[in-house]
């Protein structure tokens, strides 16, 4: 049995005038209806490419896109647009990182949130308003039913983010993909819109992956981690076997730059003494050696030619054996 969104061995490269660019390289991750994925890694990572590449929004022209994605058995990855934009804001939809981009300054709040609701099921214009201000009160958007006519720029940026949100959920979407949602948020509102995405997946029994550079939230939120890095998947396991006994050196560094695992830590990450290799050129062997300190313990100049794989289910992309992380398990 295929799980409800399957992505295997996707690889997304880009062209650009200094080159290709590998964006993603080989990755492979299930997502269950009814759970949640926590995708984490630096800035630069690959998170939202590979979730662009679910949604089919890379510009066909200048990104090559090979592998699988099957959302619910369906590739999507051969899928003609016409099909994507109906799965679109239907069975699945997106919270973007950036909410200026998402919201079409030219039409109401109310508008871009009741017009795929209408779209999608049908509704009368008088329904998909009513839906609209019942969905900016979920988000908390005061006075819900006056502010349904306001413009987006009439919205702060963290008004304007729930209102993005409201639009991602109009239509209980089967998958949501959910891309640092909270991260312009003050940590009440967060804490909204976290629970607000609990009950969706209560109430439907969505899929959801969430994009987070705050571990707090992988803790509060995820059943499922994957953590990436340059592109590819180097750890993946539950949120309770990741954050409590991870095993590659990149999650370790990851953890240790976080002060408390409950805390919020809204700053990006920057755990790790140096910085992500280039993807138009990635390094050979593990693409994390030129920064990890354990070269040495693999011995050899394996870490440097030999690209450790990720296995299915539980572990991580290292050539360490199991094990040799004891003593840090948190
Ligand atoms: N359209 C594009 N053309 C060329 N390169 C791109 C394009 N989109 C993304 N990239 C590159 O792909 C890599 C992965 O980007 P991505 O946006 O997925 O990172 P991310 O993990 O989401 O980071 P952040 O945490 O900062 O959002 C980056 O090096 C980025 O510069
Ligand atoms: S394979 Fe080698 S370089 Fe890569 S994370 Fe493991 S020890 Fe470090
Ligand atoms: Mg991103």
Known sequence: MTAFLSVRDL???????????????????????GRTLGIVGESGSGKSVTNLSVLGLHDRRTTEIEGRILLDGQDLTTAPESVLEKLRGNRMAMIFQDSLTALSPYYTVGRQIAEPFRKHTGASRREARLRAVEMLEKVGIPNAALRVDDYPHQFSGGMRQRAMIAMALVCDPELLIADEPTTALDVTVQAQILDLLKDLQQQTGSAIVLITHDLGVVAGTADDVLVMYAGRAVERGTAREVL?????PYTWGLLGSMARLTSPVDEPLTPIPGSPPSLLDPPP??????????????????????RPELPEGRGAACHLPDGAGKGRTR
Do not use: I, M, N
Not at 244 to 248: D, L
Not at 285 to 306: K, L, M, Q, S
């Open 11 to 33: 690889s997304v490269r880009f062209a650009t005038e200094d080159g290709v660019v590998r964006a993603v390289d080989g990755l492979s991750f299930d997502v269950e209806r």
């Open 244 to 248: 409590r006994s991870p095993r590659h």
């Open 285 to 306: 062997g593990c693409p994390f050696h030129p920064r990890c300190a354990y070269v040495a313990r693999v011995g050899g100049d394996r870490c440097r030619t030999e």
